[in-house]
């Protein structure tokens, strides 16, 4: 069965800093991955994703997102994050057409 | 281009009364639609998941059922609603080896 692994419930970072939300993931065969966003009271929008290629995905308001398949992880990153960034964001995982699972969410608090 | 549409946007309805959300997409075909349910602004939990008209995958034991009477259209139902059936559901559609895009959300509150 797959899986996605989110492991810290809240990250917080300076504004202007590199931020990075952790995801591991686990499946048989290869993974499609992904980074969704979600303000409150709203449903999810999308980020990135990764199926196949680069290993280093590039997504919406300059996150991006390596894939590692030996550690089986796509972490999200940002090189110099703003307080807008401050949101609850999902890493998902499908395989095919199969369904898409999502991790239990990071909260991003990013402080001025 | 897509749109997905999802209604109503909030709900209040009491124990043991029926349910039924809507959601229905444009502008694409045969897509895979799913149903989430998210608690307390945090996990989504998958309920239900079509590939196709009529073809409805149940992640959960529940209180819930879903039907896909027309391939743009999936229905979210409860006969007898709990309180625990309280929570923000989230509609959306795919296409295979693409991302998802979801609805604006239902609260569901029953009192």
Not at chain 1, 3 to 24: F, I, R
Not at chain 1, 36 to 45: E, H, S
Not at chain 2, 21 to 28: A, H, I, N, Q, R
Not at chain 2, 80 to 109: I, V
């Amino acid at each position: 069965a797959q899986s996605v692994a989110q492991p810290e419930d809240q990250v917080n970072v300076a504004e202007g800093n590199p931020l990075t939300v952790k995801c591991t993931y686990s499946v048989s065969g290869n993974p499609y991955l992904f980074w969704y966003v979600q303000y409150p009271n709203r449903g999810l929008q999308f980020l990135l994703k990764y199926i196949t290629g680069d290993n280093l995905v590039k997504g919406s308001y300059g996150f991006e997102a390596e894939f590692n398949k030996s550690q089986t992880s796509f972490h999200l990153k940002k090189p110099s994050a703003l307080v807008s960034d401050s949101a609850l964001y999902f890493c998902a995982v499908s395989k095919s057409t199969d369904k898409l699972i999502f991790g239990t969410g990071t909260r991003l608090q990013v402080f001025p | 281009s897509q749109t997905i549409h999802q209604w109503p946007a909030t709900l209040v309805q009491p124990v043991g009364s029926p349910l039924s959300l809507e959601c229905t997409v444009e502008g694409t075909s045969n897509p895979n639609l799913y149903w989430y349910r998210q608690a307390a602004g945090r996990g989504l939990q998958l309920l239900f998941y079509s590939v196709g008209i009529g073809q409805i995958s149940s992640e959960v034991p529940q209180n819930l059922s879903a039907s896909r009477p027309q391939d743009r259209q999936f229905i979210l139902s409860s006969k007898k609603l709990l309180l625990s059936d309280s929570g923000f559901y989230l509609c959306a559609w795919s296409l295979s080896y693409t991302e998802a895009f979801f609805g604006q959300g239902t609260r569901l509150t029953v009192v």
